[in-house]
């Protein structure tokens, strides 16, 4: 019996994907009775459901009775300020809880689904690999923050005797809630955008980092880190790539540093009238513009036969999917 938390969350929905496909008995926890509408039904029929979350210890417990191991994917991410107490409640006292369970019941292996933004951003930009050290950096965002300190959890319950691997995907790509996080991308393109952002980035397919994170699972690999990215790209070839296969017109103009302040300010101000979330937020612009190459040589020595497919594969069937639920 595997736990996963973050079932119902766009990564979470693809690794419960994956070990129902190899059998594996799946429980997971879900905060409403709410299933993902982009992963077919069937994918959920054999899944065990607790209603709670990571910052309900009740539940969480409840949840972990009989089960041999945990994937946490748990999270939430967000740029935005008024999502930020929430956040860091989740990610890491939520976190904290997973551990803290997971010793006094004594279920050894975890799997922690962290993220690139915990090994820090640096100005001017940098190559990144497992042995970075984090930074304090005005480029770090308050996710990146929450992520780093979720993982130190992790890392003093390895301390304790806990057997867990942290992996470290880059922006995730693929067919999802495409009105929120990194989907929206296809959404914001899809509906007609002029300009281009100037930052370099990795990027990886959902797909991908759910079958990493079940082969992981099931090797013996302990007390490491794994950066899960397929390839680094400029934001103007994603957003073009992307346009092309909406068939609409690439972006033309490049939005610096200076435009994007300005940017994000206007959303600041229409978000107080509106009430809704702002499309760009200071946080944001400044990932939009950073330029951070990822290195994945690591995973890629450690899953002997595990490939990342090409980006552009992963975008032209995103595409191909969000254009059946746009018409």
Not at 46 to 57: A, C, F, S
Not at 183 to 188: D, E, P, R, V
């Amino acid at each position: 019996m595997i736990l996963v938390t973050g079932g119902t969350g766009f990564l979470g929905s693809y690794i419960i994907k994956h070990l129902v496909e190899k059998g594996y008995k799946v429980r997971a926890i879900r905060r409403s009775s709410k299933l993902p509408t982009w992963m077919d039904e069937s994918v959920f029929k054999n899944v065990e459901w607790v209603e709670g979350d990571v910052l309900d210890v009740v539940a969480l417990e409840e949840a972990m009775e009989g089960v041999e191991a945990v994937i946490h994917s748990a999270a939430v991410v967000s740029f935005f300020k008024k999502e930020r107490k929430t956040m860091y409640q989740v990610n890491i006292d939520g976190t904290a809880n997973v551990v803290n369970l997971m010793l006094e019941k004594n279920i050894n292996r975890l799997v922690y689904i962290s993220s690139v933004a915990a090994l820090g951003r640096t100005a001017g930009g940098s190559h990144v690999d497992e042995d970075r050290k984090w930074e304090e950096s005005k480029i770090n965002t308050h996710y990146a923050i929450t992520k780093h300190k979720a993982e130190m959890e992790v890392w003093r319950g390895i301390s304790e005797g806990l057997d867990a691997v942290i992996l470290n995907p880059s922006t995730i790509l693929g067919f999802g809630d495409w009105t929120t996080g990194s989907c929206a991308i296809f959404k914001n393109i899809q509906k007609g955008i002029n300009w281009f952002t100037p930052g370099i980035n990795g990027f990886v397919d959902v797909e991908d980092v759910a079958k990493a994170t079940v082969q992981i699972l099931e090797s013996d690999i302990t007390e490491q880190r794994f950066i899960v990215n397929g390839h680094t790209w400029p934001f103007k070839k994603l957003q073009e790539t992307i346009a092309e296969n909406f068939g609409k017109k690439k972006p033309t103009r490049a939005a610096n540093a200076f435009l994007l302040g300005i940017a994000w300010r206007i959303e600041k101000l229409k978000s107080i009238f509106t009430g809704n979330k702002p499309l760009l937020t200071k946080e944001s612009a400044k990932v939009a513009c950073s330029q951070t190459w990822f290195e994945n040589e690591k995973l890629l020595k450690a899953l002997p036969g595990f490939s990342y497919r090409p980006l552009e594969e992963t975008i032209k069937k995103a595409c191909d999917q969000y254009k059946q639920i746009a018409s």
